[in-house]
């Protein structure tokens, strides 16, 4: 489960795959898939996004599973190898007749015509170059799945994608600026205040330092998630909404949410937030009280720092004077949370290190829709 953004950096669906591994035909994968959506909880924890849902060929969406996979909500990408299958085409045509979305995944078999319908592509831009304009003449949005670094998101978007996904977010482009040394040191002054839990005086006199933040701040407690009758208008007053604990989260995120040079929303401010919403999740579930799983919170959204600062992460916890447990988790991925921490950094992963977390699947997946969901709600708020 990863999501895809659009080319302003804001998420606009989610990729699911399920693995094949273990699985023994297609009865056994739409079986799967059947579980996936017989949730009623997965389309309404990413709403409004849509689910790009990568499938190996087109007969495994029997009718059964189709009733759970509204057309309105799910977009299938199907692999372009099934078009030489017999009937496949068939079978993707009459899924655009019912609604469907279908995206064209991976290149085309030798001498195949797609149907005139088909004219949108997922490819996995895996060590893959495009030419500017190669898409130009398909209708999109197209996705490129696998786009690691800043410089590919780059290229894929100057040939024709529109949809991203992959770990490009936290790879930033070497050119790309963080801070300037002043403003690095101001948001370290704050993270260690909030670290410390200091007074309300102390955070609002750091935070008149810094306007683009204090904006985000009044702008966050003015928006419709708190559907207030009269704006606030001071620090005092937005910290007396927020309560110190909720004050602590939103500026963490806050960082994250400073404008960049080019005028675009930080794709690493939804990163943050999954991390620490699943974080916190996954001690909740494991039985941690209400401070371990802030720690767990703290630890998640705080693993970026070293990407949105352009510092070592030892520099940084050095200067926060975090508890050793959180220190060593975000230094070595050492500990309870250094384990799940290394969790939340996979996109899938494997039976060993959820058994080495001591978290079940059905844990990971609810941890999964748990920070989706926050993720989303954060990045339509900020």
Known sequence: MRAAANTGNQWVAVTLRVDGAGVAGPADVSAAWHAVF??????????????????????????????????????????????????????????????????????????????????????????????????????GPHLARAVNTAAQREQCERAGFSWFSGSYAIHPAASGTPDDGSSRKRLLSLLGLLAADADTRALETLLKQDPALCFQLLKLVNSAAFALSMPITSFGQAIGLLGRRQ?????????????????????????????????????????????????????????????????????????????????????????????????????????????????????????QLHAHHWAIQVSRNL
């Open 38 to 139: 017989a949730s009623p909880d997965l389309l309404s924890a990413v709403a409004p996004l849509d689910c790009v849902v990568v499938v190996a060929n087109p007969f495994i969406l029997t009718a059964a599973l189709l009733d759970l996979m509204p057309p309105s909500r799910v977009v299938f990408a199907i692999d372009a190898d099934a078009l030489s299958d017999e009937g496949a085409p068939g079978r993707i045509s009459a899924l655009h007749d019912e609604g469907y979305r279908i995206l064209i995944d991976g290149a085309l078999p030798a001498g195949f015509a797609p149907p005139p319908m088909l004219r949108a592509v997922s490819l996995d831009c895996t060590d893959r170059m495009f030419s500017p304009g190669t898409l130009s003449a398909l209708f």
């Open 247 to 367: 004050l602590q989260r939103w500026l963490q995120l806050l960082l994250y949410a400073r404008q960049r040079e080019d005028g675009l929303a930080n794709p690493l401010l939804p990163v943050a937030a999954l991390r620490a919403a699943q974080m916190e999740s996954l001690c909740k579930q494991r039985g941690g009280d209400r401070d371990e799983q802030d720690l767990a919170f703290v630890v998640g959204v705080f693993s970026l720092l070293d990407v949105l600062l352009g510092m070592p992460m030892d520099d940084i916890v050095g200067a926060l004077n975090l508890a050793p447990g959180a220190a060593a988790a975000l230094t070595e991925r050492s500990g309870a949370l250094g384990r799940m921490l290394r969790l939340v950094e996979t996109d899938a992963p494997s039976p060993d290190m959820l058994r080495e977390a001591n978290v079940t699947p059905l844990q990971w997946w609810a941890s």
